[in-house]
C-alpha cells in the first residue's frame, strides 16, 4: 500500500525518469522483504513451538542474516537449554528414587538382623550355647548401623559446607608416606600390593590433615572392598607449576558396568547386588571433602580400571 501511494504520487509529480528508478528499486528490494518476511515467520513459528513445550523444534536458519539469524541461533539454544534441563531433572529424579530404595535397604538389612537375633536371643536366653554367636551378630550389625548413621550425618556436612576447615600448608610427599604406612598391611591382607610413586621435590598444597586424611581413608576403603586380590593398588603423585595431582588407581573385582558420575551419586556403589557392607556413600563423602579444601575430585572409569584423581592447587615458596 505504501509502494503504490509512492507509485501514484510520483506518477503525478515527477518525470518519467525518476519513476523507472523507483520501480527498479522496488525491484531490488522486494526479494529483501519477502526474505525479510520468510525469516520473521520462521522465528514466530519457532517461538510458539517453544511456548507449547515442544523442545525438539528448531529455527531453520537457511537463509536468514544479521540480527534474525542472531534470534534465530538464541530461540535454539533456548531449545537445548531446556532440553539439557529436562533431562538433567529426569536424571535427578531417578537418583533420588534408587537414593530413597538404596538408603532403606541399607537401614533395612542391619535392623531385621538385630531384631532377628535379639528376638533368637531373648527366646533362648544367655545360657544358650548359640548365645556368643547371636550376641556377635548384634554387635557387627549395630556397628554397621551406627557406621552408615555417621556417614549420613558427615555426607549431609560436607556437601553443605558446615565443617571446620583448617587449611595448612601440607606435604603431599610426606602425607603420602604415612597414608601408605597406615594403609599397606591392611592392603596386604586382602591380597593387594600398594606401589606409591611420589613426586618429584617438595609438592606443597593447602589443606586440612583431618579432611584430607579422611578423603584418603574413604578411597583406600573403597580399594579394599572392590578391588580384584592379587593386583597392585597404584597411588601415585604428580607436581605441576601450577597444580598437585594425586591419582588412586586399581583394578576391579566385579565389572564396573556403571559410569562415572554415577558411581560418584550417594548410594551408588560399585556392586549393583549391594553385597558387600558400606553405605555408598565414601566417594560422595570424598569429593565434598576434596571441595572444602579448594581441590577438585573426579573419577575415572575405563573396563575394569579404577581411578580417582585428586588435584589441589601447588604453593608457592612462601605461600601459606
Same mark, same amino acid.
Given at each position: 500500500?505504501?509502494?503504490?501511494?509512492?507509485?501514484?504520487?510520483?506518477?503525478?509529480?515527477?518525470?518519467?525518469?525518476?519513476?523507472?528508478?523507483?520501480?527498479?528499486?522496488?525491484?531490488?528490494?522486494?526479494?529483501?522483504?519477502?526474505?525479510?518476511?520468510?525469516?520473521?515467520?520462521?522465528?514466530?513459528?519457532?517461538?510458539?513451538?517453544?511456548?507449547?513445550?515442544?523442545?525438539?523444534?528448531?529455527?531453520?536458519?537457511?537463509?536468514?542474516?544479521?540480527? &534474525?539469524?542472531?534470534?534465530? #541461533? @538464541? *530461540?535454539? !539454544?533456548?531449545? $537445548?537449554?531446556?532440553?539439557?534441563?529436562?533431562?538433567?531433572?529426569?536424571?535427578?529424579?531417578?537418583?533420588?528414587?534408587?537414593?530413597?530404595?538404596?538408603?532403606?535397604?541399607?537401614?533395612?538389612?542391619?535392623?531385621?538382623?538385630?531384631?532377628?537375633?535379639?528376638?533368637?536371643?531373648?527366646?533362648?536366653?544367655?545360657?544358650?550355647?548359640?548365645?556368643?554367636?547371636?550376641?556377635?551378630?548384634?554387635?557387627?550389625?549395630?556397628?554397621?548401623?551406627?557406621?552408615?548413621?555417621?556417614?549420613?550425618?558427615?555426607?549431609?556436612?560436607?556437601?553443605?559446607?558446615?565443617?571446620?576447615?583448617?587449611?595448612?600448608?601440607?606435604?603431599?610427599?610426606?602425607?603420602?608416606?604415612?597414608?601408605?604406612?597406615?594403609?599397606?598391611?591392611?592392603?596386604?591382607?586382602?591380597?593387594?600390593?600398594?606401589?606409591?610413586?611420589?613426586?618429584?621435590?617438595?609438592?606443597?598444597?593447602?589443606?586440612?590433615?583431618?579432611? &584430607?586424611?579422611?578423603?584418603? #581413608? @574413604? *578411597?583406600? !576403603?573403597?580399594? $579394599?572392598?572392590?578391588?580384584?586380590?592379587?593386583?597392585?593398588?597404584?597411588?601415585?603423585?604428580?607436581?605441576?607449576?601450577?597444580?598437585?595431582?594425586?591419582?588412586?588407581?586399581?583394578?576391579?573385582?566385579?565389572?564396573?558396568?556403571?559410569?562415572?558420575?554415577?558411581?560418584?551419586?550417594?548410594?551408588?556403589?560399585?556392586?549393583?547386588?549391594?553385597?558387600?557392607?558400606?553405605?555408598?556413600?565414601?566417594?560422595?563423602?570424598?569429593?565434598?571433602?576434596?571441595?572444602?579444601?579448594?581441590?577438585?575430585?573426579?573419577?575415572?572409569?575405563?573396563?575394569?580400571?579404577?581411578?580417582?584423581?585428586?588435584?589441589?592447587?601447588?604453593?608457592?615458596?612462601?605461600?601459606?
Amino acid at each position: 500500500g505504501v509502494s503504490l501511494a509512492e507509485l501514484f504520487f510520483l506518477a503525478a509529480f515527477s518525470r518519467s525518469a525518476v519513476v523507472v528508478i523507483w520501480v527498479i528499486a522496488k525491484l531490488i528490494e522486494a526479494p529483501l522483504l519477502v526474505l525479510i518476511v520468510i525469516s520473521l515467520q520462521k522465528l514466530k513459528a519457532g517461538g510458539e513451538a517453544l511456548a507449547e513445550g515442544n523442545l525438539n523444534a528448531s529455527v531453520d536458519l537457511k537463509h536468514m542474516y544479521g540480527v &534474525l539469524r542472531s534470534h534465530g #541461533e @538464541n *530461540l535454539n !539454544s533456548i531449545a $537445548q537449554g531446556m532440553q539439557k534441563a529436562v533431562q538433567q531433572q529426569l536424571k535427578s529424579e531417578r537418583f533420588r528414587t534408587d537414593l530413597i530404595t538404596n538408603v532403606s535397604h541399607d537401614i533395612k538389612t542391619p535392623l531385621t538382623s538385630i531384631v532377628n537375633y535379639a528376638g533368637l536371643l531373648q527366646r533362648d536366653g544367655l545360657s544358650s550355647p548359640d548365645a556368643p554367636e547371636y550376641l556377635e551378630v548384634l554387635v557387627r550389625q549395630s556397628t554397621r548401623l551406627k557406621k552408615l548413621t555417621e556417614d549420613l550425618v558427615e555426607a549431609s556436612k560436607a556437601t553443605t559446607g558446615n565443617l571446620t576447615v583448617d587449611l595448612q600448608p601440607t606435604d603431599v610427599n610426606v602425607f603420602l608416606g604415612q597414608t601408605t604406612g597406615e594403609y599397606e598391611e591392611r592392603l596386604a591382607a586382602k591380597q593387594l600390593a600398594l606401589c606409591l610413586t611420589p613426586a618429584e621435590g617438595t609438592p606443597i598444597i593447602s589443606a586440612d590433615g583431618r579432611l &584430607l586424611w579422611r578423603v584418603f #581413608e @574413604n *578411597l583406600f !576403603s573403597n580399594i $579394599q572392598k572392590y578391588a580384584q586380590p592379587g593386583t597392585r593398588v597404584y597411588l601415585t603423585c604428580q607436581a605441576a607449576d601450577e597444580q598437585v595431582t594425586i591419582t588412586f588407581r586399581n583394578i576391579s573385582a566385579e565389572p564396573l558396568n556403571i559410569s562415572a558420575d554415577e558411581l560418584m551419586e550417594r548410594f551408588v556403589r560399585g556392586d549393583a547386588s549391594r553385597n558387600t557392607e558400606g553405605s555408598g556413600l565414601g566417594l560422595s563423602i570424598a569429593r565434598s571433602l576434596t571441595q572444602l579444601q579448594h581441590g577438585t575430585f573426579a573419577l575415572a572409569v575405563d573396563g575394569d580400571l579404577f581411578k580417582a584423581i585428586l588435584t589441589f592447587p601447588r604453593l608457592r615458596d612462601g605461600e601459606g
